[in-house]
């Protein structure tokens, strides 16, 4: 006789068990040490606190670890306990002007105040497999160092702001609001769009970004500048009144320079695609740039057309957690929904061959 | 400021079955912290306020995955007490794996009593299913559901359902459901079948079955829908009109296998279809394994 | 910060849980009457019932409009850190409110009508009103001592606004009873 299977709860366990065992991998093999990974993936380290929305270096490298190095489900990780952390307030706006740079580069001016600033990049690397580093990877001589040029490093977009080539940002004064406390509403406002973004996946917004390179939605993009370094935190504590610096957090900036050929009531001029990534995530603040000058197109008087250019298209499917939840969640049984389904199909079958028969 | 968040220890993921009746103490009573418990029963409350309507809630992520249960579990949370006997089921079933899974986390996180009989249980979270036992005005339905906008399929964008809604405009959903007769003769929804609340609100009853379609209406509990990754909660409240959309002459008719249950003969409950072999072996047995259990334990008493 | 002597509840989670649950059953079923656990001693001005209910529901995110004496919004201050205003409110305090008059939300948003606690002198699940709508079987009695002169008429035109409107919380002691915006209320 037929008996229905029981002992989810012990399968559950018994899978769970397994992941531990396999995640820990070969005992004879050393474990991977959280601080190696924020030392040495420091990348996917980087990656996971800007997609998990928490700047928290030793967090993000327990999460890696604790996911197998599945960045998504580490930055789900470190989502989950974001959450359930108490907020204190808002912090000031960041004055990446001030930022600590280790790599500043334009594309848009062979020289600039404060200079060109590789930094640790591998643009120009020959993308050749290495095998010294499978065989024992020794530490190599130290990299040269120079003096800091003691010169300011003015962001581009103010150089041409100055000269009224760029057009201004202008702080609307409102309280931005916060995508993490309210759902998101359309049409949403550009700091919104921002926190989206700047949480959103890398490759989704990578994607995007092409497809407007590629002739959806065109922006004329230039890197007028990208920017990676430390920046300082500052907090006003209501009791005191005035700001202090609690911190420095580690980002890369990307002001795109975009062409606009001007409206009835803006004359022509550039306007600006903005990217701003926790950790030394390039190509996601390019994206994102690409993607925030995209969705100006409907305040800019432009033709909103692609899909990039799309508010709720964009902004409703960047967020990698939200989608890998809902694709995965077709791994749960659906035995109900597809047994009506059955049952729908069979009857449409049984009319459909009469009614041929007939 | 009394915001009494409690900053808990990391979570784990959720995973590992708590035993009942001790909780976490890393924990808040019910995993959300107090002002997000706040914003969620102020939403459910306005939900209630406007039956069927759609609340929008600044929805958290949770140690599951969006698509998991998240919008159940956090009305869940923000409605349990103490005092509360939770039941959870997926496909009807105490025992599938993501309700033991959601079970296992209130009994960590809130330390409530579970149960898997329906009668005994105060606060019943299900996916996919109503259960077969009628709920009394003691019990509060809570459903997970993964798409909450019932015009999502025919337009996507969600500022557009908005303005439908405010205009009451379902034009959209009944040329579908003729379409739906034009083609196939009847129509050709079998679950997620839409409904109308109160003669007002088009509503997802979520991918519950058609079958179970007419439990809703005038229903004595509560019924509050939670949808985590869409961030909405709706709800009905108890004996409300909740009608299945239909034409005069092509009537709702809620679909189930001909077929009575294998286990308990029951021959009006709703059926899984259990394949037994590869060569087109099969037999029905009840979705709802409670309704089941019982009604076998009940034959076996009289034999 | 304001200051008050006033207590919240003895247990903010599990006080603040079942004061909600007390409002859920109330506005699932309008009319019918429940009891909330109030805090040990409420400042002058407030019933145990509204204290309980703000404890519960208001916050820092939530626009509080107020007009229950001094004492009483230091208190609301201290403990639910919400800011006080005239207009705009998303819960009303105020036995000056015209129902008519607070916010009632848009057609596309009417969630964001406002809720409006009442202060009465004495709720009964007896002969006065009869209710009808969501949540009601058939119909529920309800008698409320001390309701603002020309309610049912105000509620009328207010109810004929839906989904737009307000949800109303009537106070008493330690009692509550809630009328969603879609009840519909007559006499007898």
Known sequence: MYVATKGGEQAIGAAHAWLDEIRRGDPAQPAIDVAQIEDQLGLAVDRVMAEGSCHDRGLAALAVKQARGDLIEAAFLLRAYRTTLPRFGASAPLDTARMAIRRRISATYKDLPGGQVLGPTFDYTHRLLDFRLAAGDAVPPPAPTAMPDPAPSPRVTELLAREGLMQREVDAGAEPGDLTRAPLAFPADRPLRLQALARGDEGFLLGLGYSTQRGYGNNHPFVGEIRVGDVAVEFTPPELGFPVEIGEIGVTECQMVNQFTGSRTEPPQFTRGYGLVFGHAERKAMSMALVDRSLRAGELGEDTTAPAQDQEFVLYHCDNVEATGFVEHLKLPHYVDFQSELENVRTMRETALKAAGE | MTGTTQAPSPPTGGRGSGEGGTRDPGYNFAYLDESTKRMIRRAILKAVAIPGHQVPFGSREMPLPYGWGTGGIQVTAAILGPADVLKVIDQGADDTTNAVSIRAFFRRVAGVATTERTAEATVIQTRHRIPERALHEDQVLVYQVPIPEPLMRLEPRIAETKRLHAMADYGLMHVKLYEDIARHGHIATSYNYPVMVNGRYLMSPSPIPAFDNPKMDRMPALQLFGAGREKRIYAVPPYTPVRSLDFEDHPFRPIRAQHPCTLCGSTDSYLDEVLTDDVGGRIFVCSDTDWCGERQQAKAAVE | ?188
């Open chain 3, 1 to 188: 910060m304001a200051e008050t002597r006033f207590p919240g509840f003895a247990d903010p989670v599990l006080d603040a849980q079942a004061g909600f649950r007390a409002v859920l059953e109330a506005m699932s079923r309008p009319g019918r009457v429940r009891r909330v656990p109030a805090p040990p001693e409420v400042p002058p001005g407030l019933s145990p019932a509204a204290a309980a209910v703000l404890l519960a529901l208001v916050d820092a995110d939530t626009r509080l409009r107020i007009a229950a004496g001094a004492e009483a919004e230091a208190w609301v201050r201290f403990h639910c850190g919400c800011p006080v205003v005239a207009e705009g409110a998303d819960f009303v305090l105020d036995p000056a409110a015209a129902l008519l008059s607070l916010e009632a939300g848009t057609e596309e948003e009417p969630e964001r009508g406002a809720t409006l606690l009442l202060e009465v002198a004495a709720l009964a699940e007896a002969p006065g009103w009869v209710l009808t709508g969501p949540g009601i079987r058939a119909r529920h009695r309800l008698r409320v001592e001390g309701a603002p002169a020309g309610f049912l008429a105000d509620w009328a035109a207010s109810r004929a606004r839906f989904p737009r409107g307000v949800d109303v919380i009537l106070c008493a002691g330690d009692r509550i009873a809630a009328l969603p915006r879609s009840v519909r209320i007559e006499e007898g």
